[in-house]
Structures are given as structure tokens and as C-alpha cells.
């Protein structure tokens, strides 16, 4: 898939008139016309690797800030901001957005910080958690010097044969002079993975399935062999609480692992070759579905991109504990809470069954996208059987026709499910599932009717 068009008009305009230049001035140190420039500046015309390095080799200039969106998260991040219901009776659609993007992406910027030291409620300015997911979504989830660091030692592990834990056990002993042991659970009863130089072993819980046993020891091996390359992406996040830092470092150790277990490339293929059907995926990179889902939602290397899936984890009182917007458009998953009526709920009792459902988001009576998403129980931490989890992933259901799970299901507009982003967030009407009234609406009581949900409000 070709690399998307780059629209930088207002920072090639801010850096000519910090410089003090005229447009033709300016055109003429870049080896352009001044119409053509013009064109630029006003977002009419891409800006090509031709002029960008001109603009650097003339100006000294960082072409980092040609994407200023990407600190605010594109347009998905304005949208996410844009969905808070004290905005919902302004209407603004995506379209707004993106042109606001595209022709002030500084006020745009200016939005977002302020919303964001705002917040929805005084916690999240110093909730780490909240600092950390801002910072992923920076990235959309997508490392890439990670990504081909990853590969490259996949390549030299020669990890393409069978057994993947083999090969990451030689790589420890080989390089690093160190063990793998399995230790019962009354030996390490509150431990997955403990490193013993003294002993010089990766210490395992054989609590551990297969899966998570190989992906403890990839941790292990980002840790040993690319911490610094890790701790210098880490190090350059902008956090104000070094928790927040960390979280960040413990994602990025994951990143790396994920990335050696299942190798950009070789994975991609595998996605496209199989129509990214999961069961097959799975075992033919012995991962767990959890681990599976995290890495569907990195696949955006440039010129090699793969669907844009998002990836959420639910507990049984419906909320979020982790959540992967990725390159997605799923606004309904950047809630704290899910809505009841999404199959993910459903999938807690039918453990390790696919729960497959076509869902769009209702916004006050006005579906929005549609997306096929895909949920299944995951094990916790600890005792098997003792913690419970649903991760649920998802695609926009234009892209969604060829996968293999979408076969027999129906993927038109009409038959799609309705959710909202919670009740609290929720202006959908007559819902018989609503337990909270929404934020923002004035209830309406009716004494000859009684109607099938306890809050109905202006507009029922």
C-alpha cells in the first residue's frame, strides 16, 4: 500500500516567516516555483522528499515537525477528544476535523493540550495510565526502529523453525551464559520470571503456558540485548511522573518481544496469505490470542502496512485495562467503561470460543462507522482459572470482508449492532439495556407511561 500523501502547509509557512522570507525567496532556496509553493502553503500540493530535504539541507529544519498531528494522535486523537459528550450538540464530524488539521494544526494542538491538562475528570492530569496511553497513541502503537531490530535478530535466531522456545533457550545460553528453569509454584508462588545471576538462570513459573513461557523469554532478551535502544525511545517521551516512564519502558519491552516472537514481515505475510485468521495465527506462531491481538494493532510500517485493527482487554465489570487504538477509527473503545449490548461481555461464558459481532457506534440516534470485532477469554496473571479477562479486536468492516472470520456474517449498515461508549457517555435512546442516565441531558417522566428503560430524556 502506498505511503499517504503529506499535506504540511502551516509549518512550511510558520518556518518562511520565522526566516523573514517571501514566498519567492523562500522558493528559490528550495529549487521550486513560487506557485508552486503557494500551493504548499495553502495544503493544494503534497510536499515531496525532494523539498523536505531541501528544506532541511537550507533550513537546518527537522522533518519531524511536518507531522504535527502525530503528537496529538492524527485525526483519530482529535476525535477522540472530540467525542466528549460536552461537545455533542456541536456536531462535528471527521471531515471538520481533518480540515482543522489540516489548516491550523497548531490551534488543533492547542486544543488538545488544553483538553488534555483539562481532562474529563481532574484524576487523568496525573493518572500515569492516562499519560502513558497518550504517549502510545502518539506513536499509533508503531515502533519501527524496534520493529526492524526485532526482525533482523529473528532472522539471525533463525525463528521460522518449529520450536520457537528452543531457539530463544540456545540464544540465552549461547550469548548470555545463562539457564532456563521451570520452578514449581510453591517455589515462586507471586513470580512469572526471575533473573538469578548468581545462578545465572531465567528462573519460570510452571504455572506459565507454552505461549507466555516464550514470550517471558523474549522479555528477557530485550532486556539483555536492546535495553538501551528501548530506554532511548522511552527517555525521550515527555512525562511528568517517571511512573508514567515506566510503564512506557514495560510497553516497549513487550513491543520488542511481540516483534521477535512474530517478525514484521513474515508475519504480515502470514496475516494476508491466511485472511489474518486467527486459530491458524496462533499456532503457527505459538502465541496467546492476547499476545496476537497486541500485535495486530502495530502493523503500520511504511509502504508495508497491514489492517488497522484496534485491541482491547474488558474485565466482567465492563472495564478497560488496556486499550490499543492503533491506526483505527473505533471511538467507542476510548471510554473507561463498554457498552453491554458488545459480545465481548458474551465471550465470559463461552471461555476460549471466538465471539464474532458487527457493531456500530450510535451517537445520539446517528450511526457511525461499523466495525467487525472479535472477542475471546484470556487467563490472568496468576492460577489458572483464577483471573479472567476478554480481549476483544477490531476492524472497520469496509476492510473487514476478506478475513476469515467475517465469513457468514453480514456486513451491511442495516444489521449492524448499535453500542454506545458506556451509559454515562451514551445519548442513544430506548435502550432497554441502559443502566445510567447520560451525562448532560435532562430527564423526562411521563405519569400515564411507563417506558422500557428507567431515564428517559429529551428526545425519547
Request: contains cysteine.
Amino acid at each position: 500500500m502506498a505511503e499517504e500523501a503529506l499535506f504540511a502547509g502551516p509549518a512550511i509557512r510558520r518556518l518562511r516567516k520565522r526566516e523573514g522570507l517571501t514566498q519567492a525567496a523562500t522558493a528559490a532556496r528550495l529549487d521550486i516555483s513560487p506557485s508552486y509553493l503557494n500551493l504548499i502553503e495553502r495544503n493544494q500540493r503534497p510536499i515531496s522528499a525532494r523539498v523536505v530535504m531541501r528544506l532541511v539541507e537550507q533550513f537546518d529544519f527537522d522533518p519531524r515537525t511536518l507531522r504535527e498531528d502525530e503528537a496529538i494522535g492524527g485525526i483519530d486523537g482529535l476525535a477522540r477528544r472530540f467525542a466528549d459528550e460536552r461537545f455533542a450538540d456541536l456536531g462535528i464530524d471527521r471531515e471538520e476535523m481533518q480540515e482543522l488539521l489540516a489548516s491550523a494544526p497548531q490551534a488543533a494542538a492547542a486544543f488538545a493540550r488544553l483538553y488534555d491538562n483539562a481532562g474529563r475528570a481532574p484524576v487523568e492530569e496525573d493518572d500515569p495510565l492516562f499519560a502513558l496511553r497518550r504517549e502510545i497513541e502518539k506513536w499509533r502503537n508503531h515502533f519501527a526502529d524496534l520493529d526492524n531490530a526485532a526482525e533482523e535478530l529473528a532472522d539471525e535466531m533463525r525463528l521460522s523453525r518449529g520450536d520457537i522456545g528452543l531457539a530463544l533457550t540456545d540464544r540465552l545460553r549461547e550469548r548470555h551464559q545463562l539457564s532456563v528453569r521451570i520452578l514449581p509454584r510453591d517455589v515462586m508462588p507471586d513470580s512469572m520470571r526471575r533473573l538469578d545471576l548468581h545462578a545465572r538462570q531465567i528462573q519460570l513459573s510452571e504455572m506459565l503456558s507454552a505461549a507466555s513461557r516464550n514470550f517471558q523469554l523474549a522479555l528477557a532478551i530485550a532486556r539483555l540485548e536492546f535495553r538501551d535502544e528501548i530506554d532511548a525511545i522511552a527517555k525521550g517521551a515527555q512525562f511528568d511522573d517517571e511512573t508514567a516512564r515506566g510503564l512506557f519502558t514495560r510497553h516497549l519491552d513487550g513491543y520488542f518481544a511481540a516483534a521477535l516472537l512474530m517478525p514484521y514481515s513474515r508475519f504480515l505475510r502470514a496475516c494476508e496469505a491466511t485472511g489474518y485468521d486467527l486459530p491458524v495465527l496462533l499456532r503457527r506462531f505459538s502465541v496467546s490470542f492476547e499476545q496476537l491481538a497486541h500485535r495486530l494493532t502495530t502493523l503500520q510500517r511504511v509502504g508495508q502496512r497491514g489492517l488497522p485493527f484496534f485491541m482491547v482487554r474488558v474485565d466482567r465489570a465492563g472495564q478497560f485495562s488496556k486499550t490499543f487504538v492503533g491506526a483505527s477509527t473505533a471511538r467507542f473503545v476510548n471510554s473507561d467503561v463498554s457498552c453491554p449490548l458488545w459480545h465481548a461481555h458474551r465471550a465470559f461464558e463461552r471461555a476460549g470460543e471466538l465471539q464474532v459481532q458487527f457493531v456500530s457506534l450510535d451517537v445520539a440516534g446517528e450511526r457511525e462507522g461499523g466495525w467487525l470485532t472479535i472477542s475471546r477469554t484470556v487467563e490472568g496473571r496468576g492460577e489458572p482459572g483464577e483471573t479472567q479477562f476478554v480481549v476483544s479486536i477490531g476492524v472497520e468492516a469496509v476492510l473487514a470482508g476478506d478475513l476469515a472470520q467475517a465469513r457468514g456474517i453480514s456486513l451491511r449498515s442495516d444489521d449492524a449492532q448499535p453500542i454506545g461508549p458506556g451509559c454515562r457517555r451514551c445519548h442513544r435512546v430506548r435502550c432497554s439495556q441502559r443502566s445510567l442516565p447520560p451525562t448532560g441531558r435532562r430527564l423526562t417522566f411521563d405519569p400515564v407511561r411507563y417506558g422500557i428503560t428507567p431515564f428517559e430524556f429529551a428526545g425519547n
